[in-house]
């Protein structure tokens, strides 16, 4: 089993930034690629970003390709989405996950393996 709690959310201004930490327990955190998936009010989840197990290769929605980063720790356990030059549109529940096999795009949710509860993050215009 693996624990995932996000933390980070909250109310920020159009043009503003976030970060948001996702920290592990449990099973051995670098054994797992870990993932951001968002979702907004009245729609489906939908993918975000996603790392390797190393942290040495990233991957980005077009939706947010160069303005959200994310990043790991892996003597922390904690996975990180830093998000700039936010908009209304960002506005959504955040969830980290953790798969045990990478899957590539498209990323689905059916694929991970463990969920956090997830985060707010709203944007005003």
């Known amino acids: 089993q693996v624990q995932l709690v996000e933390s980070g959310g909250g109310l920020v201004q159009a043009g503003g930034s976030l970060r948001l930490s996702c920290a592990a327990s449990?099973?051995?955190?670098?054994?797992?690629?870990m993932h951001w998936f968002r979702q907004a009010p009245g729609k489906e989840r939908e993918f975000v970003s996603a790392?390797?197990?190393?942290?040495?290769?990233?991957y980005y929605a077009d939706s947010v390709q160069g303005r959200f980063t994310i990043s790991r720790d892996n003597a922390k356990n904690t996975v990180y989405l830093e998000m700039n030059s936010l908009k209304p549109e960002d506005t959504a529940v955040y969830y980290c996950?953790?798969?045990?096999?990478?899957?590539?795009?498209?990323?689905?949710?059916?694929?991970?393996?463990?969920w956090g509860k997830g985060t707010l993050v709203t944007v005003s215009s």
């Open positions: 996950a953790a798969s045990s096999r990478w899957y590539g795009s498209p990323w689905s949710d059916y694929d991970m393996d463990y």
């Open positions: 790392i390797t197990r190393t942290g040495g290769s990233t």
């Open positions: 449990g099973r051995t955190f670098s054994r797992f690629y």
